[in-house]
């Protein structure tokens, strides 16, 4: 069920809500959160999808706030989805104009469910610092996107600045599969040196620059971003040993092979993760992913990486260097954003 409200405010919406589960009987059980999704003018629908598909794992109330212009007269538009139209939840389209285009704890507190914690979610631009927005600062969890952001290197150095625990990205969920995927093979090769780590993909995306943090922090070693136009997001990582190389390949979009020195190769299965499913395991956690604070903290500041283009030639990192080519990456597309 769709229902439409015009020029509205919250305290309207929620008898609404109430009005609507008395005379139809339509009861969401067990509710175990309230996903506030913060999204822009024209974005929303895919933020709402993927909502829906979170919420058959984790039932929850859905609101999501839609920013159009600050200059239009302040008024609150509202749209309600329940049973069918709204998976395993309930939904509530905020659209705000004038005034009430900057989305506040204010607008929003009114439609929490009581005693229930609460993730903020960005699916593309977000606050300068999120934790003390105005709804970031109720949140248990603030999911952030720096992959969608108009300049992923530029946020991933903000995000790190301005880290709070409780906070995480989806440019870090993505690359899941990858880190188990190498941490099995790290754990079957035993105790060998790794002399240089390379990862290769279409362009530098902040997951890149995450898992490459992440290998070299743990690793002790320099790694190296290749970037090649003709591929699609990231689809190999080569460790170098004194043993012979170790490489992870995904040349499609569903089958990783293996490779190691000695052995035959070896085909996996991992998927290229969507954003339906990285949204649903952000979800399955309410404590600070300690792991990803340590990466975009004191990882992505000590990381010795550097990047190039196929092709060019391979310039020797120093003990000191951190990411470099955050311009170059600056007008990159963030189509390829979830191809990690």
Known sequence: MIVQMENTTATKIEKKL??????????????????????????????????????????????????????????LDAQLRVGGDAGASEVILLHGYGELAEPTETLVSALLLPDAPIVAWWPHDFPENPSTSSVGCIAHRRITDSSRAPAPFESLAQLSQQYRPGDTDLSWTRITNWRIQLAAVLDQVGPVKVREIVLEGSTVASSMVLLGVWLSSKLDAPATIITDDTRRGLDRVCLVTDDGSVQLHR????????????????????????LNACLAEELRRLDADEVYGEVITSGLASARITTRAVGEEAAEPSENTTVQGHDASASASAEGAGDE
């Open 18 to 75: 109430n009005q609507l589960r008395d005379e139809n009987g339509v009861v969401t059980l067990g509710r175990v959160l309230t996903l506030v999704v913060l999204a822009q003018a024209g974005h929303s629908e895919v933020a709402v999808e993927a909502a829906n598909y979170a919420s058959h794992e984790h039932p929850c109330r859905i609101i999501v706030h839609v920013a159009h212009s600050r200059t239009d007269e302040t008024r």
């Open 251 to 274: 040349p499609g979009r569903t089958v990783a092979v293996l490779s190691q020195p000695g052995q035959p190769d070896q085909q996996i299965a991992m998927p290229v993760r969507d």
